[in-house]
């Protein structure tokens, strides 16, 4: 399959749906087979991109689909709270696995690696660039580095409790600076997917409520144990 040149990817997931096929690590489903079937199940269902995680669930997905894929590697560091493709091998991987995009750890944190080189290893590897940012100056940085997407995906998830709702302001304010938008982050029902993109997105993934099925079974199961 030929590689999809840059403006094409833009203009494929502009105003589209990324699904993110992430299984829960170390469940059941966290197998490559399976992550290549959501993946597909994903582009039938009229997913305008992916995103998956590891080098072997993107081998194993990238002959089965021809939409976008956004590839990352989470690695658990002992000296670094950054997960999300720390190690510039970690982009040459994804890249010779297929990605058309990779994504790396856009927040202002303690990294292995950083973030300039990042970006250029990205581009000199034929990839699109992606940062997951947590707030408006990591995201105005990212751009200014010349990341091609800047994603809101790390906001709320850098310390402290969880908001229940995404953030939909951060995407207000990057889209107002002139990025290409990724909305990510607590978008968990179609309303919200929807509201992501009205208020001015490019495009917007969704993982948990679509992949990782001890989640979604456990939402159902407290519900209907809270019933009176």
């Excluded at 560091?77 to 950054?82: A, C, F, G, I």
């Excluded at 310390?159 to 889209?175: H, S, T």
């Amino acid at each position: 399959m030929s590689k999809l040149s840059h403006s094409d990817v833009l203009t494929q997931i502009t105003k589209g749906f990324i699904s993110s096929c992430q299984p829960v690590d170390g469940g059941p489903m966290d197998k490559p087979e399976i992550v290549a079937a959501m993946a597909q199940a994903s582009q039938h269902g009229g997913a305008a991109g992916l995103r998956i995680e590891g080098v072997e669930n993107l081998k194993a997905t990238r002959p089965f689909v021809t939409i976008p894929i956004i590839g990352i590697k989470k690695r658990d560091l002992p000296d670094s709270p950054v997960r999300i493709t720390p190690f510039l091998q970690d982009i040459e991987d994804l890249a010779t696995a297929g990605a058309d995009i990779i994504a790396v750890d856009g927040t202002n944190r303690p990294r292995p690696v950083d973030i300039e080189s990042a970006v250029k290893k990205i581009h000199e590897c034929g990839c699109l660039a992606m940062a997951d940012c947590s707030n408006l100056e990591e995201g105005l940085y990212c751009q200014k580095l010349g990341f091609d997407i800047v994603g809101s995906t790390m906001s709320g998830y850098t310390g402290g409790e969880i908001p229940r709702e995404p953030d939909y302001q951060l995407v207000k304010d990057l889209k107002a600076a002139g990025c290409f938008v990724m909305a990510e982050g607590r978008y968990n029902t179609p309303e919200l997917a929807k509201t992501a993109i009205e208020i001015g997105a490019d495009a917007v993934t969704v993982g948990s409520a679509l992949t990782r099925l001890e989640h979604i079974v456990s939402w159902f199961a407290n519900a209907v144990k809270s019933a009176n």
